[in-house]
């Protein structure tokens, strides 16, 4: 009888086992469909939804960590996110069928077309992120309209048309970080946030009365325009006494005695010589830290805060850990995080004690060449303009870059994270980059690059941005940043980008005043960007490599047209002095016209103002691959093909004619 009862649980029954694969099976695609349907359902509540063209119910929204979906973020094989931005979308936001989404926890709706009222987003109590900024919603915003949401971190309700009070509820959320609400027209006081929010910014709105002791660190700017709001950080606030007593009958102000004068004089000279004094041990301290930086070069003093690159003392450390939701092991806080596996490579201890060298100081950190023992150098970027974004989309987005891998990408190896600032390290290039190539001192040891290498450069970088497009789906701007700064040259000038697809992790009013692609004809007409706008930069940079001149729109913090290198290169066409055009110490261009003429071309259709008549990335790569050399029969076909496209745009017919002369 036993040996009857093992063999029959040796073996089952086949048609059993047959039954509950079939319902398993039912079960994930039931699942998988959901999610397919749920989006969909909701994309079609939007108005002018072509954006989300390859939202189809024939393909997953998510692979792994990889979104099929444009603006779909994904974790684990499930929808985490959705970032909707600058897509030109209205209608409805169908709360229902999000909340029917259990692993939602981003959504970011931000520069498009949303109307009405705001949704009832307190129906999605597990949303960390919400990002509503620079839409049309209107009217006020119910006092409940967060309550229970504990979860929530970041909320941007920036550049609508709010009215009413600020909603109570905001100062009850356990979670709050980041709190952007200006430029609408809220009334009445602030609440008194008693959570550790670390931004708040309530500038250019109506309210008034004391601003709570509770945010009185926070910068002025962040209160700015609001004329009835008082106390730290602005002004202090008037004290109106009393009105007096009907039957008070008026009478002189008594004098204060001889020696309370005398008092207050002395008080006042005391303040001033210690003030002075004061200001004396500041100069004297700074001078201290110069010299010292001068004397030990490293790069732990080469920043400006030392300790903030330190681990936290232990206390500090549990807490921090157990907010990080499991993404980040406890062994991991305070170390370099290594993307290529290579994880005992060096420590950040290596980094802090190394020989340091300040590269530069740009808009978004500073870097810093730091050679370490083993004699290996390496580029350390330090960046402060990320403290809003949450360790775990942090961490998620690194390991994303982490998984890129193309001869035209400088590789992320290693990060750093900590919330007020973040350290990234790649290797270093020993001969710079792009830029230093085209306007820095040339010799005879140092010539400027000729044509042959100038092709090659752009035809490189189209490589490399094609390779972000495939594998970045769900960016909007994959790269966003590219100028020739941020185009890396090796020994045999391959460029290699850099600063690549950070947007996501970058503080939204930094890549607003800093990034590249913000510096583009649509963000300064409609406050917009699109895949479009990589394509812009992507013809400046060409503009730029054929006329050896700085695009000086690139040094403003917004588009000009005036100082658009596009705009003068179209002046010096319509003027017929097209020769000017090309760098006067570029080389080897002897036998290269129809090249440069036709490169020329590319570049400035990918310069239109109307990002729809600008030619898609692809289509760009594509032309760049196939020049070849011209003979005059064809230099003529293409002088005429750039003076249709010039005729066209700001130039005149016949412009190019200069150049063949």
């Known amino acids: 009888m036993g040996t009857h009862i093992a063999r029959l649980v040796r073996t089952p029954n086949p048609s059993l086992l047959l039954v509950l694969l079939s319902l398993l099976q039912l079960a994930f695609v039931s699942l998988g469909d959901t999610d397919i349907e749920n989006l969909l359902t909701f994309k079609d509540s939007l108005s002018n939804p072509s954006s989300l063209r390859n939202w189809n119910a024939s393909i997953s929204p998510c692979n792994g960590d990889i979104a099929n979906w444009i603006g779909v973020l994904c974790l684990k094989n499930k929808i985490w996110g959705l970032q909707l931005e600058s897509m030109g979308l209205g209608g409805l936001v169908n709360i229902e069928i999000l909340d029917a989404m259990p692993t939602l926890r981003i959504i970011s709706l931000m520069n498009n077309n949303f109307e009405g009222k705001i949704p009832e987003i307190k129906k999605l109590g597990e949303l960390k992120a919400l990002y509503l900024s620079n839409n049309r919603f209107t009217g006020d915003i119910p006092d409940n309209a967060f309550e229970g949401m504990r979860s929530l971190k970041n909320l941007f309700l920036a550049n609508n048309a709010f009215t009413g009070k600020i909603p109570s509820s905001l100062a009850t959320l356990p979670r709050l970080l980041v709190l952007k609400m200006e430029g609408n027209q809220f009334v009445g006081r602030i609440p008194d946030f008693k959570q550790n929010v670390k931004v708040v910014n309530f500038a250019n709105n109506e309210l008034e009365g004391p601003i709570p002791a509770s945010l009185s660190n926070m910068s002025a700017s962040m209160f700015s325009g609001n004329k009835n709001l008082c106390g730290p950080p602005l002004e202090k606030c008037s004290l109106t006494s009393p009105p007096p007593s009907p039957s008070a009958v008026p009478s002189a102000s008594p004098q204060p005695p001889l020696i309370y004068k005398k008092t207050i004089s002395a008080l006042q000279i005391a303040l001033i010589v210690i003030s002075i004094l004061l200001l004396l041990a500041i100069i004297a301290t700074v001078i201290f830290v110069l010299s010292k930086r001068k004397q030990n070069p490293g790069l732990l003093n080469a920043t400006d805060d030392d300790s903030s690159m330190l681990p936290p003392n232990s206390n500090d450390q549990e807490k921090k850990i157990s907010d990080s939701g499991g993404m980040m092991k406890r062994s991991d806080y305070g170390k370099l995080i290594f993307l290529k596996g290579e994880i005992d490579r060096f420590d950040l201890h290596d980094l802090l004690r190394a020989s340091a060298e300040v590269l530069g100081s740009g808009n978004l950190g500073a870097s810093y060449k730091a050679v370490i023992m083993n004699g290996e150098a390496l580029v350390v970027k330090r960046y402060k303009q990320m403290n809003n974004v949450g360790r775990e989309e942090f961490h998620e987005h690194m390991r994303r870059l982490g998984r890129l891998d193309h001869e035209n990408l400088l590789p992320v190896e290693a990060y750093y994270y900590r919330k007020e600032e973040k350290l990234l390290v790649c290797n270093f290039m020993e001969d710079g980059s792009l830029a230093t190539h085209l306007h820095g001192n040339h010799s005879v040891d140092k010539p400027s690059l000729d044509w042959r290498n100038r092709l090659k450069i752009i035809k490189g970088v189209g490589r490399g941005l094609t390779y972000l497009y495939n594998e970045l789906p769900s960016l909007v701007v994959p790269h966003g940043h590219l100028k020739s700064s941020n185009v890396l040259l090796n020994d045999n000038f391959e460029p ?36 479009k706008t990589d ?127």
């Open 496 to 531: 290699l980008l850099c600063d690549y697809a950070l947007r996501p992790v970058i503080n939204q009013e930094q890549a607003h005043m800093y990034m590249t692609a913000y510096r583009s004809p649509e963000h300064a007409i409609n406050g917009r960007i699109s895949r």
């Open 535 to 661: 394509v812009w930069c992507l013809g400046i940079l060409i503009l730029e490599i054929l006329t050896g001149k700085i695009p000086e729109n690139y040094l403003t913090s917004s588009y000009d047209s005036n100082t658009n290198l596009a705009t003068w290169v179209n002046e010096i066409v319509k003027d017929k002095r097209t020769s000017e055009i090309f760098d006067v110490e570029m080389r080897g261009t002897k036998n290269s016209k129809g090249e440069m003429i036709c490169l020329l071309k590319i570049g400035l259709s990918c310069c239109e103002d109307d990002p729809d008549a600008r030619p898609e990335l692809k289509e760009v790569v594509q032309e760049i691959e196939e020049m070849k050399d011209r003979d005059e029969h064809e230099l003529s076909s293409t002088i005429g093909e750039v003076n249709a496209i010039m005729s066209s745009g700001n130039a005149r017919d016949g412009a190019f004619s200069s150049f063949n002369r």
